[in-house]
């Protein structure tokens, strides 16, 4: 059976003459499918006098203001041409997947089901409108009006979910990320005859203070479900680092992580190059094995993952050239 190659990455935040040549070397790199994490476009990003779209500016925002703002960001990112080369291409091949995460479902920690903010920044209204830019542009969830879905390939089952739309913030007694309706999804969909599952989202399961873990409940049900699954991986975002995380004995994480962040954005929000991410990972799925590159601004790091032993080694780091 041929292998499968999957470029997954996320966190692009368009600036004018700041060019995301990032896009290229993932053209190069010519996937089957590309798998964006969230973050696609940045309603908000860093503090204000820094920036002029400081975090949580949105949330003052009218609703109508807010879908025109939002849609100048898709139009501008779409637009920037190393994006646009790219995105064509994939859709060519049908090969373009994809979730939100946080600023580009509303602003920085958004949650839908915040419920304490709702009257003040008309949450409802602007999660709606977010939910039909997002399907207008990114074109790919494959249950609509829902973000959350599964696509099939040769050797895996590609499984998408949504932390935003019905999440709560923390800390709330009995919080939710998911729901039941998208456990009960993702329960169904681990049961298939593929050798791989790749579960993508946009929160990672344990790093930084916004993580699936701190969802107790949920999180537990999750290390159920894919107790004795053989072949999960967790692709994730968010963080805007790279991170490659085996299964540890204490379930957390329950299976292998990696965590693939910062394409085309500044880690800190200053204007300058050492601050750039150029984050973004290949998977190689084949019938023996799992080949992992991840790269970012310096080179490229590689991991195997045995199928049969569900195991991996490192196998080397190569530096960039140039």
Known sequence: M???????TSCARFQPHVPQTAWEDIL????????????????????????????????RYGVT????VMRRKYEQQWAEPHFARLLAHMRAKK??????????????????????????????EKRAVSR????????????????????????ARIILLDNRWDATPLPVPDPVLMGQRQIDFLADQLHHNKPYTLVCAGLTMTHSGENWSRYTQEFAQFKSLVQGVPGVIFLAGDIHKNAFDPPAPNGQPPCYQIVSSGVCVN?????????????????????DAVLVQQHDKHGITRWRIDRASWTHQATGRVKRQG
């Open 95 to 124: 090969g373009l997947l994809g979730v939100w995460d946080d600023h580009d479902f509303a602003w920085n920690n958004a949650y839908g089901a915040d419920t304490t903010l709702a009257d003040e920044v008309h949450m409802p």
């Open 132 to 155: 039909a830019l997002f399907h207008e542009f990114m074109a790919c969830a494959t249950q609509p009006p829902d973000l959350f879905g599964a696509v099939d390939t040769a050797l």
């Open 28 to 59: 190069a790199a010519d996937p089957d499918y590309l798998i964006l994490l969230g973050d696609q476009i940045y309603m908000d990003f860093g503090i204000w006098p820094f920036t002029r779209e400081y975090q949580g500016r949105p949330k």
């Open 65 to 68: 203001e807010f879908e025109a």
């Open 267 to 287: 880690i800190l929000g200053l204007p300058f190059e050492f601050d750039r991410r150029r984050n973004w990972t290949l998977l190689e799925l084949g019938n």
């Open 2 to 8: 041929q292998n499968c190659k999957i470029a997954f």
